[in-house]
């Protein structure tokens, strides 16, 4: 069993739909969890970056951190063509640097 | 240069050749990172440098890999031998100390290796 899990998709939603991705965990010792977008044959980007559990808002992007369930979440309202991506969740422990745990990605398609 | 600069973008090998992928941090950066990506399995954490201190090397997947950072900046990824597993998108990334706040890391755009 993978540390983290990331269905892979792909997603395909209409535009200006709300879209939800998700990642499950195994290891309570995750602290810092991160939601980074990819574009084909680029690398990853940082979206959000959240600490231990709540939730962040940030434009059109909300992440949410349930650490009782060990659960993650990234929302993006109001979907446009330009969030077609992957999406990686990704998280790391106290104390372990930048060291980063991934999930697989989930593959948007954002249609007109 | 304004972000993380690998080289080369693309590299085709024969099975059994060594080959070497460098990554130009971005300045001021002191720690370093070398992830790789296959298709379907995520990113997966190889090698980290920080500073002068001795690197985390717990991700290299055998000992056909190794990586060096010369004078805190540059650093070289090697795979002697490869093998057709090898062929990957090894991405190099960046950060201020994440000791002190440098939560943040930014990636290159890969290097695409393909092993024939």
């Known amino acids: 069993q993978k540390e983290v899990e990331q269905d892979p998709g792909p997603l395909s939603v209409p535009e200006g739909a709300i879209v939800s991705l998700n990642c499950t965990y195994s290891?309570?010792?995750?602290?810092?969890f991160m939601w980074y977008r990819q574009y084909s044959r680029k690398g990853p980007e940082l979206l959000m970056y959240t600490y231990s559990s709540g939730n962040k808002e940030d434009g059109r992007f909300t992440a949410q951190v349930d650490k009782s369930s060990k659960y993650i979440s990234l929302f993006i309202r109001d979907s446009q063509p330009s969030d077609s991506a992957t999406y990686l969740c990704?998280?790391?422990?106290?104390?372990?640097?930048?060291?980063?745990?991934f999930g697989t990605g989930t593959q948007l398609k954002v249609e007109l | 240069g304004a972000g993380v600069s690998q080289s080369p973008s693309n590299k085709v090998t024969e099975k059994g050749k060594d080959v070497e992928l460098r990554c130009d941090p971005i300045?001021?950066?002191?720690?370093l990172y070398w992830y790789r990506q296959s298709l379907g399995q995520g990113l997966e954490f190889l090698i980290y440098f920080q500073g002068n201190s001795a690197p985390d090397k717990s991700g290299l997947p055998s000992d056909r890999f190794s990586a060096e950072r010369t004078g805190g900046s540059v650093s070289t990824l090697t795979i002697q031998r490869t093998q057709q597993e090898d062929s990957a998108v090894y991405l190099c990334?960046?950060?201020?100390?994440?000791?002190?706040?440098?939560?943040?890391?930014?990636f290159g755009e890969g290097s695409w290796l393909t092993v024939v």
């Open positions: 300045s001021g950066h002191t720690a």
């Open positions: 990704a998280m790391s422990f106290t104390g372990g640097g930048n060291k980063l745990t």
């Open positions: 990334a960046s950060s201020l100390d994440p000791g002190a706040g440098g939560n943040t890391i930014y």
């Open positions: 290891n309570s010792a995750f602290q810092y």
